[in-house]
């Protein structure tokens, strides 16, 4: 009697062995690009630029235009700063739904230059120009636009799995590469 019990918790065994390697392991490669043709992976719940753009457009009532814009990959959050004809603002908002996280409110600063749609539509273009030339696994892990000097200025940084980066700095407009920092 003691072997046949021994047996069956050998079968038992072995076949809870056997499930187990079946189980499909979360693989670190999937999403790592390693060819030259890398192109940015957006969640398909993450709204773009320009869908995040028209969300606060639709909370300020079109009362502030859009200064600087930047996306937090980690927590897939925007962060956009307007400013109105009194005031500025500065809103956080969920990356999936729209939804305003956090919103404050500032004395205007005279020195304002508008984001447009043209811009906002070049983001995705510029982030997948970073990820070809870095080649590898690196991702995104964030990217702002903002006006600086006379143009606006895209700066993404790429981060790979040990951690490290490589800063690119575009003129949004040209889609020239300004500065690229290791």
């Known amino acids: 009697m003691k072997k046949f019990k021994q047996g069956i918790i050998l079968v038992l065994m072995i076949s809870l062995l056997s499930a187990c390697s079946k189980i499909p392991q979360q693989k670190k490669e999937e999403n790592i690009s390693t060819d030259n043709n890398a192109v940015l992976e957006r969640d398909k719940d993450v709204l773009t630029p320009k869908e995040i753009a028209d969300a606060f457009k639709k909370e300020t009532n079109n009362a502030y235009k859009i200064k600087s814009i930047e996306?937090?990959?980690?927590?897939?959050?925007?962060?956009?700063?307007?400013?109105?004809?009194?005031?500025?603002?500065?809103?956080?908002?969920?990356g999936k739904t729209g939804g305003v996280i956090v919103?404050?409110?500032?004395?205007?600063d005279k020195n304002n230059h508008e984001i447009t749609d043209k811009h906002l539509e070049s983001i995705d273009k510029i982030v997948d120009l970073s990820l070809a030339d870095a080649k590898?696994?690196?991702?995104?892990?964030?990217?702002?636009?903002?006006?600086?000097?006379?143009?606006?200025?895209?700066?993404?940084?790429?981060?790979?799995?040990?951690?490290?980066?490589?800063?690119?700095?575009?003129?949004?407009?040209?889609?020239?590469?300004?500065?690229?920092?290791?």
């Open 136 to 182: 590898g696994s690196y991702k995104l892990k964030d990217w702002e636009l903002e006006y600086d000097v006379k143009r606006f200025e895209l700066s993404v940084e790429l981060v790979d799995n040990n951690q490290n980066d490589i800063d690119y700095t575009y003129d949004i407009e040209t889609e020239k590469l300004i500065e690229k920092d290791i």
């Open 71 to 94: 996306f937090i990959n980690a927590s897939k959050t925007y962060k956009i700063d307007g400013y109105g004809k009194n005031d500025e603002i500065e809103m956080k908002l969920d």
């Open 103 to 108: 919103q404050n409110l500032d004395d205007l």
